[in-house]
């Protein structure tokens, strides 16, 4: 499948741009599922201000959406209409500790590089970081965390620029942060963040994340395509115990299975589509809801269309349940 050409109808190859423009571009090679269409139109911009210029050029009525390390995404097959803005390790890389406190870093950077560069400077709230696989601009955006603590907890302010190519700085009022969610406009991109750590000692730093990296290699498939937790723990609960309960730890839909190691994680075991994920994300939250009363929400951002034809009801009716197996 592919889209109209953005670049030519919108003249986009005229406006002065320094970053790259590429149409059609498959976007599930660059998330852990490895599974999607393709984008209509990727942007990489080079800088800050040249995201701005392309955002104010760009009509209003294109979508536009970031994606960072694509550890949190499950991109359907139909492919992303409009324009992805992916930020690269060249305009958005940077690390610098500033004063004592202070850890200024760009939003392409890996959280675990994150945690390694405060651990360096004896900045203790980073830790966490060690063991998520996003970067900086999903941890912003998804309010990231692990082990009691949260991107919240330490994000003093942020620049962005807004769909209408403003470059503004919000602080974490601003954000309207709640458990792995931000009030955010969802195209407004995030480039840069400070953070504010506390002193601590760097060999206490360095046993908390090897700590942090322990535990991820015993309690989560972390080698398999992945999006990390498909569901979000509801209130007082967890949701890997709700799913376990209802029978799908192991569930398996096409390629798509429930890990058996950690049964909050859908997998796609080599040959899954989008479809199949997305569908047994779905038949879970039936079964689950079936079994506890309790409405699961995603974790995990569905973004993109579907295929021509197909359609995915929330929480699958009973013939749906049928395709499920356990392998
Ligand atoms: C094995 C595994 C373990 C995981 N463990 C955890 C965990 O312990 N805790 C946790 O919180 N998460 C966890 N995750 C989920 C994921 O790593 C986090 O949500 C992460 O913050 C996503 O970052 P990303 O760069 O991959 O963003 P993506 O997955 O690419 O995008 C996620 C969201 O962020 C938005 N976004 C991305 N970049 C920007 C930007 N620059 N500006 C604005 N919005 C942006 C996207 O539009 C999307 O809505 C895990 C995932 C995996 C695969």
């Not at 723990?233 to 058996?260: F, H, T, Y």
């Amino acid at each position: 499948m592919s889209f109209p050409d953005l670049v030519e109808a919108h003249g986009l190859d005229r406006i002065g741009l320094r970053g790259r423009l590429t149409a059609n571009q498959p976007v599930g090679p660059v998330t852990w599922f490895r599974v999607g269409g393709p984008a209509q139109l990727l942007f990489q911009p080079a800088d800050t201000e040249d995201l701005a210029l392309f955002l104010r050029h760009l009509p209003a009525g294109v979508p536009v959406l970031p994606i960072g390390l694509g550890s949190n995404l499950l991109v359907r097959d139909g492919g992303l209409p409009g324009v992805v803005i992916r930020l690269g390790a060249k305009g958005f890389g940077g690390v610098a500790v500033e004063g004592e406190t202070r850890i200024r870093v760009g939003a392409a950077v890996p959280d675990k590089r994150v945690a390694e560069a405060a651990a360096e400077a004896g900045l203790g709230g980073f830790a966490f970081y060690a063991g998520i696989p996003g970067g900086v601009g999903g941890a912003l955006r998804m309010n990231a965390g692990a082990h009691g603590s949260e991107t919240r907890d330490t994000m003093v302010e942020l620049t962005a620029v807004t769909r209408a190519g403003e470059i503004v700085r919000l602080t974490r009022e601003d954000m309207g942060y709640r458990y792995r969610h931000s009030e955010v406009a969802a195209d407004t991109i995030f480039t840069e963040a400070v953070f504010e750590g506390t002193p601590s000692e760097r060999e206490t730093i360095r046993a908390e994340m090897a700590a942090v990296v322990e535990h991820r290699e015993k309690a989560q498939p972390i080698r398999e395509k992945t999006g990390g937790s498909t569901f979000k723990n509801p209130p007082e609960n967890s949701a890997w115990k709700l799913v376990d309960a209802a029978g799908c730890r192991g569930l398996q839909i096409g390629g798509a299975r429930m890990s058996d190691m950690h049964c909050n994680f859908m997998i796609n075991t080599g040959e899954a589509s989008a479809e199949d994920l997305e569908r047994l994300g779905e038949t879970v939250r039936a079964r689950v809801l079936e079994a506890s009363g309790i409405a699961l929400e995603w974790e995990i951002k569905r973004l993109g269309l579907l295929p021509e034809g197909v359609e995915i009801a929330p929480f699958l009716g009973r013939n749906d349940k049928e395709t499920a197996v356990h392998g």
